[in-house]
């Protein structure tokens, strides 16, 4: 009798993001946590605190930009966490039209007209 086909797993999935944000964002290669630990610790607490994972080596990336930009540590941080706080939002609602969508319900906690639960 033949031995049964035995196939290797299939790979497994690099994260379980089941958001829209692949549609929204771009995610720059790099190490996350050197990327985490570089950043002031006001930006890693606001990372820390994100509906989704923040990305640290994107948020890295921009808060070195503004800084070029400002001239100033203090002012892109600023920045950078006004820009979190959209990219949030942005994040949240795209996620709640894409529930809709898929199951014709509203997001329960979007329905329950709820914030999102931070830490």
Request: net charge positive.
């Amino acid at each position: 009798m033949p031995l049964p086909l035995i196939l290797p797993p299939a790979a497994p999935q690099a994260d379980n993001d089941v958001t829209e944000r692949p549609r929204l964002w771009r995610r720059w290669p790099g190490d996350d946590w050197a990327a985490f630990d570089a950043l002031p610790p006001a930006i890693r607490r606001r990372l820390g605190d994100h509906a989704y994972d923040g990305w640290a080596v994107n948020a890295l990336m921009l808060w070195q930009s503004f800084r070029r930009q400002t001239g100033s540590s203090a002012r892109a941080e600023r920045r950078l966490l006004r820009y979190l706080d959209d990219c949030e939002a942005r994040e949240r609602t795209a996620f709640a039209e894409g529930f809709r969508k898929a199951t014709g319900t509203p997001l329960p906690h979007v329905a329950a007209g709820v914030t999102v639960l931070r830490s």
